[in-house]
């Protein structure tokens, strides 16, 4: 059985002890005490209403056993449709493993797919020189050349253009606020 605990406290305010289960000491103590006899009750209760069943149950096992026993001893046992189904799957995995065990490992002198370094650097591929291409027909085209000089003009006035100007300053943000 389980052990009486010894639930005296020294209280910081008097030299004597203070027992804890005494009510208005400790409301964590109460609480506890009071889950733990709701607990028991209700264990009571179900061990109450269950063991009769409980009973009964085993009785009828014990009266059925011997005769199921008896049954099953001369039967061979019965495989689902699950077990047909994983047996071959299961064979087909092990042989899978055991090919390509035997595919990865050299044997009877086969060279493997590793090539050794010979010390050799091989040049890289170069890319292959283009011609010359044929030009297009709008090369000499007046009005072609027109649009050129005049974007040409634009590029001009776009990079010549100062992009910082120093006049324009953003705001001073630091306002003295207080409350």
């Given at each position: 059985m389980?052990?009486?605990?010894?639930n005296n406290l020294q209280s910081p305010q008097m030299d004597k002890p203070v027992d804890i289960d005494q009510p208005g000491v400790d409301s964590v103590a109460e609480d506890?005490?009071?889950?733990?006899?709701?607990?028991?009750?209700?264990?009571?209760?179900?061990n109450q209403k269950t063991?009769?069943?409980a009973e009964k149950v085993q009785q009828g096992i014990a009266e059925r056993a011997p005769a199921a026993i008896k049954?099953?001893?001369?039967?061979?046992p019965k495989l689902s449709w699950i077990k047909y189904l994983f047996i071959p799957i299961f064979i087909i995995?092990?042989?899978?493993?055991?090919?390509?065990?035997?595919?990865?490992s050299p044997g009877n002198g086969e060279q493997t797919n590793?090539?050794?370094?010979?010390?050799?650097?091989?040049p890289t591929p170069t890319i292959e020189p283009v011609g010359p291409s044929r030009q297009s027909v709008y090369v000499n085209d007046p009005e072609i050349q027109r649009l050129q000089?005049?974007?040409d003009v634009i590029n001009n006035e776009m990079f010549s253009v100062p992009l910082r100007d120093s006049s324009l300053n953003p705001p001073v943000l630091d306002f003295?606020?207080?409350f």
């Open positions: 389980a052990e009486k605990v010894n506890i005490s009071k889950f733990k006899s709701t607990v028991k009750k209700l264990t009571d209760t179900i063991k009769p069943v049954e099953k001893i001369g039967q061979k995995f092990i042989l899978v493993i055991i090919y390509r065990v035997l595919q990865d590793v090539q050794e370094p010979t010390g050799v650097i091989e000089d005049e974007l003295n606020v207080s």
